[in-house]
């Protein structure tokens, strides 16, 4: 009798930890997967990316899609339509916000987000005139996972001030979602010393944004990404980033390594 008590106070016990354990989990778990770019030389649309897309997502069914950076100008439609193929490759179905009469519902309601690249500007703008920027904020601290890529990875930092865009329109406010405690700079790109060009090199500038703030620039050169497991932010993909600290002068971080400030 008594060992009968204790198997189902074990069980009680058992089904109320998963319990408390999946609750905090799904309040709490803040995934993401932040991406320099979406295309690799060589290779189509997220072609090098998508087995890691397969799998952060895995049997995710309702995928919402942001548009809005809209890369070389082009529709939402369209832009929508070359997500979906690609996410179709693995089983997985994406539908485009702007599809949805009620979008901040849509948000709410999303199991997970991917956010393609383009211009940096117009994204945040729209984001912000939507006040889509805090519903997404709001649904990925509480469980639904993130994917960006280039401007989709601008917005994942605490603003948009590192982008490499040109302000072709002019947002209500330069913060973006703050997923992570610093800012990106996707794209990064090493100065050329056989070069001729006398222009301000990556460096040069986002050492200038440095002058003016002291947010941490993360400069992650294509095909890296960061991998973001609550407050664990881990480099992935073949090459090193550069990290850039104010008051510090510049240096690497290993692939696999975290990224702690
Ligand atoms: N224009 C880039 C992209 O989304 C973003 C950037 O370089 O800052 O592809």
Redesign the pocket.
């Given at each position: 009798m008594d060992s009968i008590n204790q198997e189902v106070d074990l069980n009680f016990h058992y089904e109320i930890t998963t319990f408390v354990y999946q609750f905090l989990h799904k309040q709490k778990m803040k995934r993401a997967l932040i991406v320099s770019?979406?295309t690799i030389y060589g290779s189509s649309y997220l072609e090098y990316i998508l087995p890691e897309v397969k799998v952060f997502f895995g049997d995710k069914k309702n995928i919402v899609f942001i548009p809005f950076?809209r890369?070389g100008g082009i529709s939402h439609d369209d832009y929508t339509s070359l997500a979906k193929e690609k996410f179709a490759e693995i089983g997985l179905n994406i539908k485009g916000i702007h599809e949805f009469e009620d979008q901040e519902a849509a948000i709410a309601k999303a199991d997970g987000f991917f956010t393609?690249?383009?211009?940096?500007f117009l994204l945040v703008k729209q984001l912000h005139e939507l006040g889509l920027m805090k519903a997404i904020k709001y649904a990925v601290e509480n469980g639904a996972l993130y994917m960006g890529?280039?401007?989709?990875?601008?917005i994942t930092g605490l603003n948009m001030k590192t982008?490499?865009?040109m302000p072709i329109v002019l947002p209500s406010s330069f913060d973006t979602l703050g997923l992570v405690p610093f800012n990106m700079?996707?794209?990064y790109l090493d100065p050329d010393p056989t070069s001729k060009h006398k222009g301000e090199t990556r460096e040069t500038r986002i050492k200038e944004f440095h002058t003016q703030n002291n947010t941490p620039v993360v400069g992650l050169r294509e095909g890296s990404w960061l991998e973001v497991n609550n407050e664990t932010v881990t480099l992935k993909g073949k090459l090193d980033a550069r990290i850039f600290e104010q008051g510090k002068t510049p240096y690497e971080l290993s692939s696999g390594a975290k990224i702690k400030f």
């Open positions: 770019t979406s950076a890369p393609g690249g383009g211009n940096t890529t280039s401007a989709g990875c601008n982008t490499n865009d700079n996707p794209h």
